[in-house]
């Protein structure tokens, strides 16, 4: 009986490398999925106005949420990939960074938020968007000899 002639796939489906891109693709896709959800709890479902004083009075309407969260979402993306390049302890620096940054950014809407809803309803997009894009980006990260 004749043995059977195997084929090998030069990339086979168990191969191991990961692809940053799309991962990181798809924590900007989640980090707008879940500011927008939880804009629609705040804004439409509870009733809270989501208003504050940035150069005059603003309503802090779904489409500045998510240009929001895409911008900063891209722009950690960006710093992540510079510090790959340049870093090889990219992943750590990057955290604390971004740590900082999310920290930092709360000083907006607890300063500017108008009324206790809106400072309290901000402040949670932007922990929301925090956590997702750092927890999210983080777990990406190549490892120097993952990059090598």
Same mark, same amino acid.
């Given at each position: ?14 191969? *191991?490398? #990961? ?5 990181? /693709?798809?924590?900007?896709? =989640? ?7 939880? @804009?629609?709890?705040?804004?439409? /479902? ?25 911008? =900063?979402?891209?722009?950690? @993306?960006? /710093? /992540? ?7 090889? #302890?990219?992943?750590?620096? @990057?955290? =604390? ?10 000083? *907006? ?40």
């Amino acid at each position: 009986m004749p043995t059977p002639i195997k084929i090998s796939d030069p990339t086979p489906a168990t191969d *191991s490398r #990961r692809v940053p891109g799309r991962s990181r /693709l798809v924590v900007v896709a =989640v980090a707008a999925a879940a500011a927008l959800a939880d @804009w629609a709890i705040l804004a439409p /479902l509870a009733g809270l106005a989501l208003t504050a004083r940035q150069g005059g009075i603003q309503h802090i309407g779904a489409a500045a949420v998510l240009a929001a969260t895409v911008v =900063v979402a891209f722009a950690g @993306w960006g /710093l /992540l990939a510079i510090l790959e390049r340049r870093s090889p #302890r990219a992943r750590d620096t @990057w955290t =604390v960074i971004a740590t900082i940054v999310c920290v930092l950014s709360l000083g *907006s809407p607890l300063t500017n938020g108008i009324g206790l809803g809106a400072k309290l309803g901000l402040a949670s997009l932007h922990l929301i968007v925090g956590a997702i894009v750092i927890l999210g980006l983080r777990r990406t990260s190549l490892s120097a000899t993952e990059r090598c």
